[in-house]
């Protein structure tokens, strides 16, 4: 009777050990698609201050943005290249649509990734405008519909949960130094706080 159980315990002691071993957990770039979506203020000062944390925002002009971003390229496991659309909706101060495209390239790797995974990202595209954006001409005096845009993204999330993350974004507008007009330099700058799930 004893023989008879201990193929019955082996099985039940096998399945209880793989329950409670953790699941396969995908790496950030492994997953082609990305929608992330983000807050933020705008400023009229140039993208090097909002670089160096020196920008002022005006709180009577905010915005939201929805981003579906698709995974284009692995060039290697700690780069990846990615296009990615955004639908941005201008709630304060200014009331129009904006559409952003825009090719990425994603840095993976980080030494401090087995704690807090993190992920750096650059951009650039066009970003077209439904209406003149009002901020843009108070501030610069001159803007256009169309402009150049430029993202700068980095990712935060636990690697226990790669599908999630918090994400902090430069959003920039810009006449790309007379590309798009000679009379618009800068336009708007923004950073952003938001999230994104990746799947």
Known sequence: MKIVYLPVLAILFTNVVHAQEPATVTPRGDYKWAVTAYYGKLTGD???????????Y??????????????????NPKLTIEFEGQLAKHTEGQDHWEINGLFAARWLRFPWDAYVDTTAAAGVGLSYATELPEFEVETEGASEKLLGYLMFELTFGPPSIPQWD???????????EGLFGDDIKGASN????????RF
Not at 58 to 75: E, I
Not at 190 to 197: D, Q, V
Request: aromatic letters at 10%.
């Open 166 to 176: 918090l994400v902090t974004r430069i959003h920039h507008r810009s006449g790309a």
């Open 190 to 197: 923004s950073i952003t706080l938001g999230l994104k799930y």
């Open 46 to 56: 140039t993208l090097s201050d909002v670089l160096t944390f020196q920008a002022d």
């Open 58 to 75: 005006d709180s009577d002009y905010k915005f939201w943005v929805l981003a579906l971003a698709r995974k284009l390229k692995t060039v």
